[in-house]
């Protein structure tokens, strides 16, 4: 799903192959109608405290 609707891997500039697993450092945030809501960075604990904050504003909704 990443790879065939996120576009996960684009920056990377190298196609990969469906049995090649995928892997990234990245959380994406993605809604009930499967619209990204955010994308952040598991390395990044600001960004981690981002995705928490945003959670629960999806939750809300």
């Known amino acids: 799903m990443g790879r065939k609707y996120y576009f996960v891997e684009e ?3 190298v196609k990969k192959g469906n049995d ?3 892997h990234t450092e990245n959380f994406i945030l ?6 990204i809501r955010g994308i952040y960075n598991g390395l990044d604990p600001s960004s981690i405290q981002n995705l928490i904050r945003d959670i629960k504003i999806l939750q809300s909704e």
């Open 11 to 13: 920056d990377e500039g």
């Open 20 to 22: 090649v697993f995928l």
């Open 30 to 35: 993605v809604d009930k109608q499967r619209h």
